[in-house]
């Protein structure tokens, strides 16, 4: 069991100004509509329901926030001796790239992804999903290059792996991690950027993406101080 398993809902923004103040590390999962982002978070935090996953795709033009610890805040409200506190924050980013969404709409949109990945100071890291079959359209290149400059890790999950053969995959794979490659800072030193294969449908790389999501928001070690008393 992960602890991505006790993600829950937590509030949904529609502008910059109304993003949580909560001081805790956050996860932004970005990529095109269509790429897979519901499905893997809905697969990686054992939901159905938890990220919208749709057919139609760039319905989800809000950023939504689930929580991970807090769910035990309620539970634990009748226990007066414990209170847990919330400890990280995964966010779905409306995702890009669907034709149809209106000009006015689509700028208002591209400007707030742009602005909270440039800007958002508690975000720990991105994680990029991409449809495996097309890494790195130009949409998904001009988020690494807004995100780029923070020098905060990437991981890229390309999604639907299922689609392709092993040797195809191996390729996508191969492909995309030369592209992270090729992203170096002013001294040459490559970004901390990784990538993996992942099927949500066959369940193909879920330890591994669990694995490094909690790494990424450092929930892979005991939490400190998290459990205090509180006196009745
Ligand atoms: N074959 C396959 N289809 C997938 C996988 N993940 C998502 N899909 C399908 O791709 C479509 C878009 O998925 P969704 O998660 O809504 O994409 P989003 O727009 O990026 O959130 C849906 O029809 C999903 O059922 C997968 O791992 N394998
Ligand atoms: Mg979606």
Redesign the pocket.
Known sequence: MSILWQARFFTTVNHLRNLPDLQVPEIAFA??????????INTLCNQKKL?F???T?GR?QHINYFSIGGAHVAQHRKDPTIVEEIRALLVDLP?YGYAEVPGAAKNHWNELLGDYVKNREQLSALVL?MDARRPFTDLDKQMLEWFAPTGRPVHCIL?????LNRNDSTNALRLTKSVLASYVDENGKPFPYTAQL?????RVGLEEADAKIQQLLGLDVLPQETIVAVSE
């Open positions: 990529g095109r509509s269509n790429a897979g982002k519901s499905t893997a990220a996953a749709s057919k795709p989800t995702g999903i999604a639907k792996a299922d689609k992942f099927s949500a449908l066959k």
